[in-house]
């Protein structure tokens, strides 16, 4: 792997990194320790190199963040709100929020998918290949996180309101 191909990795694995641990610590330690194999380990010829990273990256948070069970904490803390931001930063900010909230709250297989397909833009294909699942598989845990997400945003938007 080439420095060049690396520094065009590294953002969407942060990205990546960030949507399966939720906070930027762990997210950097996840990517580091990525990094490191990456270098370690050549990829295979018949894998796509993107591909293959995206396979290091989740290995790892299985192998080494998952059986810790480290979850979000930030999910737990009130958002920051700056006392100068108007109440249009403060309702955009609300809803970054809650919507990393109602994530936080999906299981690890639905992040991952949700991860790859609506933050990364993978095709379905692709993140099938990538976490070596079935294409009906990664269809199938887009459309639950999807129901999810939106059932948590609704459900939290009639609370809020009545």
């Not at 191909?5 to 942060?14: E, G």
Request: proline letters at 4%; glycine letters at 2%.
């Amino acid at each position: 792997m080439s420095i060049a191909d690396l520094q065009r990795l590294l953002p969407p694995l942060r990205r990546f990194c960030f949507s399966l641990t939720g906070n930027r610590a762990d997210a950097d330690d996840l990517l580091q320790s990525t990094v490191e194999k990456l270098l370690k380990h050549p990829t295979p010829d018949a894998v796509a190199m993107d591909s293959w990273a995206f396979r290091i990256c989740r290995n790892l948070w299985i192998d080494e963040y998952r059986s810790r069970k480290v979850r979000l904490a930030y999910a737990a803390a009130q958002p920051e709100v700056h006392d100068s931001a108007d109440s249009e930063q403060q309702e955009q900010q609300m809803s970054i929020y809650l919507v990393e909230e109602a994530i936080a709250k999906l299981s690890n297989e639905h992040q991952e998918v949700l991860a790859l397909i609506a933050i990364e833009g993978m095709s379905y294909k692709k993140a099938a290949e990538t976490l070596d699942l079935p294409l009906g598989t990664i269809m199938s845990r887009l459309a639950r996180a999807r129901a999810q997400l939106n059932e948590a945003l609704q459900a939290r938007y009639n609370g809020e309101t009545a």
